[in-house]
């Protein structure tokens, strides 16, 4: 297991903004792509978005697209997800991923292991 820890969680109103940070160890980070996954309390964990192993593309579910923006320092082995005019239904817990497969860019959420412990975030109305 490569580890990947996740922070940046909390507590926000409606409408606020939250910027969570992952970092892999062991890991050649830059030849793989990462993504961002939840899980709210009773709910299957969904796929929120994913970005290629330079950065140049992302992909993003419907219900966060245009508010939420993934992007990575290959230099600092993070990735991050920007999260702004958050909803209480973003409340969940944040994980992050890497791609199942080294040097491949596709961001398909099935193709996506390794989850790290995550991070809360809690969104109040």
């Known amino acids: 297991q490569v580890p990947l820890v996740e922070s940046g969680g909390g507590l926000v109103q409606a409408g606020g903004s939250l910027r969570l940070s992952c970092v892999a160890s062991?890991?050649?980070?830059?030849?793989?792509?990462m993504a961002w996954f939840r899980q709210a309390p009773g709910k299957e964990r969904e796929f929120v978005g994913a970005?290629?192993?330079?950065?140049?593309?992302?992909y993003y579910r419907a219900s966060v697209k245009g508010r939420f923006t993934i992007s990575r320092d290959n230099a600092k082995n993070t990735v991050y997800l920007q999260m702004n005019s958050l909803k209480p239904d973003d409340t969940a817990v944040y994980h992050c991923?890497?791609?199942?497969?080294?040097?491949?860019?596709?961001?398909?959420?099935?193709?996506?292991?390794?989850w790290g412990q995550g991070t809360q975030v809690t969104v109040s109305s």
């Open positions: 991923a890497r791609h199942r497969t080294i040097f491949a860019d596709s961001l398909n959420g099935l193709d996506f292991i390794s």
């Open positions: 062991r890991l050649s980070f830059s030849s793989y792509a």
């Open positions: 970005i290629t192993r330079s950065g140049g593309s992302t």
